[in-house]
């Protein structure tokens, strides 16, 4: 397959970064995954703008990664929090393996600021590409990209 | 840990962000790993300015996912390519995780565009969340996030 004839309106990693292709929405999820739920906890350990913020939550609810739901604290008015949905959730490998990516690459001295681990036995957690048959995990070398049922081509120039 | 006391100036995800935390990066990248190296050939395959595919190349080279290489083919001068470096392949898990959820989540009728297989099986291949010790797959409910040596606290204000 010539990458450079391959059509990629359609591609699902362009269509994955218009929803979360920007570094606040990923550190949005990140909070999120770790527990902030409310727009004011998010604002403050975030430390970003209203209108970011706003416009963030405003586009991973509306991909369905985050839901609203309401809540009312004893003699306050009604307000609302931000919970991670199972297809939020599904973009765990993608948080963990950019957290690795970091830890490897771009740590310092002081080490990493968080282990994420295996309730069960306490093992270290790593976001690895897998073959699900086999359950190998596998190198880039040996993994292979072939045409799926979506691909459609476009002539090259020059 | 309460997540709303962590200072994250040292967060990995934020840290890997800086490098790939904007849309074209990642797509950069997705055509690094499908084998274009050349300027011309990236900036006719994504479509994109010259000033955007510059910087984000820039910043892939300074980061170290992006390796710069003179070739020079007869009678012509002598011109660049990319070539994606062993750290820019520590970044497919991500890579396949944005694929894998942008086909889960927001496929069409038509399927997907490609599909990753391993090459020694022909099976699937996917992006997963793993003990590093027992080899499970884990679900985010299993995982669990610990204090590294890099933690420090901030006071939580309100």
Chains 1, 2 share one sequence.
Not at 1 to 7: A, L
Not at 43 to 48: S, T, V
Not at 50 to 70: C, I, K, M, P, Y
Request: glycine letters at 10%; charged letters at 30%.
């Amino acid at each position: 397959m010539d990458w450079r004839q391959v059509e990629t309106d359609n591609c699902s990693v362009a269509r994955a970064l218009a929803v979360v292709g920007e570094k606040w929405s990923l550190l949005v999820l990140r909070d999120a995954f770790n527990g902030l739920r409310r727009y004011d906890e998010l604002r403050r350990h975030l430390g970003i703008s209203d209108a970011v913020l706003a416009d963030r939550l405003r586009t991973l609810v509306a991909a369905g990664v985050l839901e609203r739901r309401s809540y009312q604290e004893p003699g306050r008015r009604s307000r609302v929090e931000y919970l991670v949905t199972a297809a939020g959730w599904d973009l765990q490998p993608v948080v963990v393996g950019l957290l690795q990516w970091g830890d490897r690459h771009l740590g310092d001295d002081a080490g990493p600021l968080v282990e994420v681990r295996h309730r069960g036995c306490g093992g270290a957690v790593e976001a690895v590409v897998r073959c699900a048959e086999d359950g190998r995990v596998l190198t880039p070398a040996e993994t292979q990209l072939t045409p799926g049922p979506g691909l459609r081509l476009r002539p090259v120039e020059g």
